[in-house]
């Protein structure tokens, strides 16, 4: 089945790091349409040997020394945790708690190197989340490993690795449409939040108004998808990480508008080819698998016997299921080679099942954010570009220049603290020249930003910041092409977006100005006694919309970013040829759309083009000196240790390979930051985040 695009539709809702007060509107696309996959009969080939009053959810861990002796885990609400072995043999009991939901995950590392294979259990009655270290030793082995003491009473709760460096993050979800995150870390031979507060409680990183009642949830540790099925209205997506608040799709919705019923399970079903499968319980519909790829719907199981499927756990060699409704509940399982009998799976039919355990790593460098600005003054969709300014006399107290497109330009020093903000225009990108003859020989840093609320090019001097003097100066545009309202050069441009500077080799200084209809304006500027004249030497264009761009003054190259498409090279002489080439191609996996911010880190020894790849949240690097040879991506990420959240969805980036002293010796990396978080995890408003380039070139070298 191929989902259409139903509608699209306005959730007001309160999402995580909200006051309860405080709403966020959330376009949420609904994906359904009537389902064109037959359902199918199919029959159970083993069931476990004993049976419980409430039977609940379930998890099952892969032994990977002896998969014969892995081990099915199953809540039985009032009446504890019950044991089963690959048969469905009991073979242990945890008597004593309330216990209704449970998830696994594997080499959970401690600083020391100890590692544990994990189980989470939601202990609702204990508003609790209680961990137990797995063991197999001539038998099941539990060792209770700490207790998560929350606000909340939860009903289900997920685990989410991180596949490349390990951080463990836990989802609990509550009856009444509550989803909570909780960072952990594996200390002293215990499960403890990373956030606490001065008593010692957990501090949650995350919190989620879903909706109505919350029945289960699952992540997908490879594609970092959070699923959450909001029982009588559909399954939703949303991106794991904490800082990700904008990213609520759902995944099939409750007939009539989609193909469910009443959603009871979720569990996630890999393949070692990469494919796999979103397994969905239902009470009314039975079994149903989506693609993880593009959730598109693939089989429907009902399953001889089973009246509603309440709960379900992916095994290594078939789907357990519980059979709640039976005068005697147990859980059935329905093994691979039977479901691959089936007419919709006989094409695609499963096999080479993967353990969680070894799920592949992203391959991105993580980098620990080392500092950060101060945020901008305007919520929402803000800060966007950042610009550097070297200071030659004294290169620790060079600047950040940077962006706020609701309101003007921020002035930084390199820790972070806001020496100006000129509020005026809306400028959305922003680039330096270091250095600009005036009509007496005299020299300054001159700097243009698009201003989209003229729809113009505005010009600054950038200045040492003093506290008599500030850093940004307003020059006037003067001549014919300035515009009539405001002292800035009108542009031709249906829109303004992207832009970026360029200084030929006599000196001569030039603008690139994109517009949303992929053209692009370059503008070769006069310095004047009056102030700034600017005329239009030449246009380019790509089919689509562009925004990031950067000049290899070197080689008189633009780079300019296509963003759904890739990034072009052009020549920046204005006597050049107006045709482009294109280097790097947004292809999903290195560059993933949008392409957004560009720049270039040559130091003399390495020579980077680094582009932002939006959709993924990293920074992926090309070798100029190479023909554009993917060099390896990187992330910024959280330093919990010193209050530093990482970036993510990033805009504008700058590289700086000039040294600024001892702080960053080789220079450093300015990105964007589209979700900013506190030390608290608390939401604040956008702001840029920096990256020590020794740590970037480390990290990329591994």
Same mark, same amino acid.
């Given at each position: 089945m191929r989902h259409s695009l139903l509608? #699209?539709?306005?959730?007001?809702?309160?999402?995580?790091?909200?006051? #309860?007060?405080?709403?966020?509107?959330?376009?949420?696309?609904v994906q359904s349409a009537t389902s064109e996959v037959e359902a199918e009969q199919l029959t159970t080939s083993a069931t476990t040997d004993t049976s419980y009053e409430d039977i609940g959810d379930a998890a099952y861990w892969i032994n990977s020394a002896s998969r014969e002796n892995s081990l099915l885990f199953v809540t039985l609400e009032a009446e504890g945790l019950a044991v089963y072995n690959p048969l469905g043999k009991q073979l242990d009991r945890l008597e004593g708690l309330e216990v209704t939901g449970a998830d696994v995950r594997y080499g959970i590392n401690a600083d020391n190197g100890e590692a544990v294979d994990l189980l989470a259990l939601a202990l609702p009655d204990d508003n609790s989340i209680g961990f137990y270290s797995i063991g197999y030793y001539d038998g099941a082995v539990l060792e209770e490993i700490g207790t998560l003491n929350t606000e909340y009473s939860m009903e289900g709760v997920c685990l989410h690795k991180n596949t490349t460096n390990g951080e463990l993050l836990l989802t609990g979800v509550t009856e009444d449409g509550v989803a909570v995150q909780y960072k952990l870390k594996y200390d002293a031979g215990e499960i403890k939040s990373v956030?606490?507060?001065?008593?010692?409680?957990?501090?949650?990183?995350?919190?989620?108004?879903?909706?109505?009642?919350?029945? &289960?949830?699952?992540?997908?540790?490879?594609?970092?998808?959070?699923?959450?099925?909001? $029982?009588?209205v559909g399954i939703w997506a949303y991106g794991v990480n904490p800082e990700d608040i904008n990213s609520r799709r759902m995944v099939d919705s409750i007939e009539p508008l989609g193909n469910l019923q009443e959603i009871e399970a979720l569990d996630l079903l890999y393949m070692s080819d990469g494919n796999g499968y979103l397994v969905v319980g239902d009470e009314g519909k039975g079994m149903m698998l989506y693609s993880r790829d593009d959730w598109q719907l693939r089989a429907n199981i009902y399953l001889d016997g089973v009246d509603e499927i309440k709960s379900l756990a992916v095994a290594d060699d078939g789907i357990w299921v519980a059979n709640s409704e039976a005068?005697?509940?147990?859980?059935?399982?329905?093994?691979?080679?039977?479901?691959?009998?089936?007419?919709?799976?006989?094409?695609?039919?499963?096999?080479?099942?993967?353990?969680? &355990?070894?799920?592949?790593?992203?391959?991105?460098?993580?980098?620990?954010?080392?500092?950060?600005?101060?945020?901008?003054?305007?919520d929402g969709d803000a800060a966007d570009d950042p610009a550097f300014w070297l200071n030659e006399s004294s290169p620790e107290n060079s600047l950040i220049i940077a962006t706020n497109k609701q309101g003007g330009l921020m002035a930084y020093d390199l820790n972070g603290t806001e020496l100006q903000y000129l509020n005026e225009g809306e400028?959305?990108?922003?680039?330096?020249?270091? #250095?600009?003859?005036?009509?007496?020989?005299?020299?300054?840093?001159?700097?243009?930003?698009?201003?989209?609320?003229?729809?113009?090019i505005a010009l600054y001097k950038i200045q040492e910041a003093t506290e008599s003097q500030n850093p940004i100066v307003k020059l006037d545009?003067?001549?014919?092409?300035?515009?009539?309202?405001?002292?800035?050069?009108?542009?031709?441009?249906?829109?303004?977006?992207?832009l970026c500077t360029y200084q030929s080799s006599d000196g001569t200084p030039y603008v690139f100005i994109n517009g949303k209809s992929g053209d692009i304006e370059q503008w070769r500027l006069t310095v004047q006694e009056s102030g700034i004249a600017g005329n239009i030497v030449r246009r380019l264009k790509v089919d689509s919309q562009p925004e990031g761009c950067v000049v290899d003054d070197s080689t008189a190259t633009l780079?300019?970013?296509?963003?759904?498409?890739?990034?072009?090279?052009?020549?920046?002489?204005?006597?050049?040829?107006?045709?482009?080439?294109?280097?790097?191609?947004?292809?999903?996996?290195?560059?993933?759309?949008?392409?957004?911010?560009?720049?270039?880190?040559?130091?003399?020894?390495?020579?980077?083009?680094?582009?932002?790849? $939006?959709?993924?949240?990293?920074?992926?690097?090309?070798?100029?000196?190479?023909?554009?040879?993917?060099?390896?991506?990187?992330?910024?990420?959280?330093?919990?240790?010193?209050?530093?959240?990482?970036?993510?969805?990033?805009?504008?980036?700058? &590289?700086?390979?000039?040294?600024?002293?001892?702080?960053?010796?080789?220079?450093?990396?300015?990105? $964007?930051?589209?979700?900013?978080?506190?030390a608290g995890y608390e939401y604040e408003n956008q702001n840029f985040k920096i990256g020590d380039w020794n740590d970037i070139q480390l990290a990329l070298e591994k």
């Open positions: 509608s #699209s539709i306005i959730i007001a809702s309160l999402l995580s790091g909200c006051d #309860s007060d405080d709403t966020k509107t959330v376009y949420v696309e956030l606490t507060d001065n008593s010692g409680a957990p501090i949650a990183v995350r919190e989620l108004e879903v909706g109505g009642e919350l029945s &289960a949830c699952i992540v997908d540790d490879e594609t970092t998808t959070l699923y959450i099925a909001e $029982q009588d005068d005697e509940p147990v859980y059935g399982k329905l093994s691979y080679q039977t479901l691959n009998e089936a007419n919709s799976i006989r094409d695609t039919p499963i096999s080479q099942v993967l353990s969680p &355990a070894n799920l592949s790593s992203t391959g991105v460098a993580l980098v620990k954010v080392v500092g950060e600005t101060a945020p901008v003054d305007d400028p959305n990108n922003v680039d330096i020249i270091q #250095s600009v003859s005036d009509t007496d020989g005299d020299s300054f840093a001159l700097a243009a930003a698009s201003n989209r609320e003229f729809n113009t545009a003067v001549g014919e092409n300035a515009h009539e309202e405001v002292a800035q050069l009108a542009s031709e441009l249906n829109e303004v977006y992207g780079y300019v970013g296509e963003e759904d498409v890739g990034v072009w090279k052009f020549s920046a002489d204005e006597s050049a040829a107006t045709d482009g080439e294109m280097i790097i191609e947004v292809d999903g996996e290195q560059l993933v759309a949008d392409a957004e911010g560009i720049t270039i880190y040559n130091n003399g020894t390495v020579n980077y083009l680094i582009v932002s790849s $939006q959709g993924n949240h990293t920074y992926a690097v090309y070798n100029i000196d190479e023909s554009y040879q993917y060099v390896g991506s990187f992330a910024l990420v959280t330093d919990d240790v010193n209050g530093l959240d990482g970036a993510s969805e990033t805009d504008g980036i700058h &590289a700086v390979s000039a040294s600024t002293g001892d702080v960053f010796p080789n220079g450093f990396f300015i990105a $964007q930051d589209g979700f900013n978080v506190d």
